[in-house]
């Protein structure tokens, strides 16, 4: 099945900085999911960006379908920000495999 | 419009014990989805529906796990016997393929602790 890695595993930032995480995937896929799931363990889709690029708010993603990887930007970040951001990827819906996600802690 | 149910939230069993999920998705989603999540990791899927047909439950343990969604709508995820290594959250998402973007919305995930 599909690989899926993220990076980096933790990242603590203090209050109004940026952040960029990424998603490196094995596989070409036609479905790319970008969620974060809060302290409570709810998970909140936050992009589906199998290419090109989105911007919602403070966040933004771009995928690069051809070399295989995707980015998730966080700009100014507040601390309900924290959380746990999760990678998921597949072919159609078929076999969506997450990856092990990135904890960011955001400090007041 | 109401999100993705689940009940219970928590459950506590002793191991050899049966326990069942219920998950009612997103109004007009017919693809409904049961994922594990272990601490510290990501989910992990264990089946997928379309309408009633499960379509992909390569990584369900059928010699202890079952599902069932009858009518197409709400779905049973259950466990006989559980086994201590079965504790984990058990999310429940749907999407709809009639959208162009097959986004998946989650519940809040039932919470299994086998003694």
């Known amino acids: 099945g599909i690989q899926v890695e993220q990076s980096p595993p933790d990242l603590i930032l203090q209050e109004g900085a940026n952040s960029t995480l990424r998603c490196n995937f094995s596989d070409s896929v036609n479905n790319l999911q970008w969620f974060h799931q809060n302290p409570w363990g709810q998970l909140i889709n936050l992009f589906y960006?199998?290419?090109g690029t989105k911007q919602n708010g403070r966040l933004s993603a771009t995928t690069v379908a051809t070399e295989r990887y995707s980015l998730l930007y966080i700009s100014s970040s507040q601390t309900t920000d924290s959380g746990v951001y999760f990678c998921?990827?597949?072919?159609?819906?078929?076999?969506?495999?997450f990856g092990a996600g990135t904890r960011l802690t955001v400090k007041p | 419009e109401a999100g993705v149910v689940q009940s219970p939230r928590y459950k506590i069993i002793e191991k050899k014990q049966p326990v069942a999920f219920w998950c009612n998705p997103i109004?007009?989603?017919?693809?409904l989805y049961w994922y594990r999540q272990n601490l510290g990791q990501g989910p992990e899927l264990l089946i997928r529906?379309?309408?009633?047909?499960?379509?992909?439950d390569s990584q369900l343990p059928k010699d202890r796990f079952s599902a069932e969604r009858l009518k197409g709508v709400d779905s049973t995820l259950k466990i006989q016997p559980a086994e201590l290594g079965d504790s984990a959250v058990y999310l429940c998402?749907?999407?709809?393929?009639?959208?162009?973007?097959?986004?998946?919305?989650f519940g809040p995930g039932t919470r299994l602790l086998v003694l």
């Open positions: 529906y379309e309408n009633e047909e499960a379509v992909d």
């Open positions: 998402a749907s999407s709809s393929t009639t959208n162009r973007e097959e986004t998946q919305y």
């Open positions: 960006i199998p290419s």
């Open positions: 998921a990827v597949g072919e159609n819906n078929n076999d969506m495999r």
């Open positions: 109004s007009g989603h017919n693809t």
